[in-house]
């Protein structure tokens, strides 16, 4: 069964500063997708970045970026020039890439990492 | 990004009514949409996966007979919760899965409190 751990319950970061979200998921599979939500206090779940597992080069958005070890079944997060607006939990989600018998795609949530930001 | 509308975003009802929650692709027919529960400061659990046209799968656990899923559309997928007591008092989201990109699009959620 695949599952995703997020080990680190509560982090802070200083405003401008960086921030690393740590991941690290368990899967046999060798095609497969992983995500980072963000959950604000709206509890609004919002997509901040993407990683498609055969994909070697690390996704970013903007002040979003990842540091995806496939081998390492690591998938850390990287928060630059951190702003008031980033406070919020955020979660590591995987979902299987192909659809199996029985497998609709669903997400699998790590338990999440609650983000303070300091002004 | 595509938009998901769940409504209503917040109900309060009495033990033992029923309460359904809409969940609307509005830019994209979803063929496949997801029902989570969220209890506080906790992560989200998977109740049950719901297919245009077919009976909901539900996550071991879930009660079927409990929390109603319909899917009666591309658009459109309900959650009731019948014969409501305290303990389902929650924060249940729905998600729905667009053919492409990949990633899964949540709506607002809906905060249910049994009273």
């Known amino acids: 069964a695949q599952t995703v751990t997020q080990s680190q319950p509560e982090m802070s970061v200083q405003e401008a500063e960086t921030v690393t979200l740590s991941c690290t998921y368990d899967t046999s599979e060798s095609d497969y997708y992983l995500f980072w939500y963000k959950q604000p206090p709206s509890r609004q779940m919002i997509l901040v970045i993407r990683?498609?597992?055969?994909?070697?080069q690390n996704a970013t958005e903007n002040r979003f970026s990842v540091n995806f070890q496939k081998a390492a079944k690591s998938f850390s997060l990287k928060i630059s020039d951190s702003q008031l607006g980033d406070a919020a939990m955020y979660f590591c989600?995987?979902?299987?890439?192909?659809?199996?018998?029985?497998?609709?795609?669903?997400?699998?949530f790590g338990k999440g990492t609650k983000l303070s930001v300091k002004p | 990004g595509a938009v998901v509308s769940q409504h209503p975003s917040r109900v309060i009802c009495k033990s033992g009514t029923s309460v359904k929650i809409e969940c609307r692709s509005l830019?994209?027919?979803?063929?496949?949409m997801f029902w989570y529960r969220q209890f506080p400061k906790q992560s989200l659990m998977l109740m049950a996966t719901s297919n245009e046209g077919s009976k909901a799968t539900y996550e071991q656990g879930v009660e079927k007979d409990k929390f109603l899923i319909n899917h009666a559309s591309l658009t459109l997928s309900t959650l009731t919760v019948t014969s409501a007591h305290p303990e389902d008092s929650s924060f249940y989201i729905c998600s729905a899965r667009a053919p492409f990109p990949t990633e899964a699009f949540f709506g607002q959620g809906t905060r249910l409190t049994v009273v």
């Open positions: 989600a995987y979902r299987i890439g192909v659809d199996y018998g029985g497998s609709q795609g669903n997400l699998i």
């Open positions: 990683q498609e597992a055969y994909k070697q």
């Open positions: 830019d994209f027919q979803a063929t496949t």
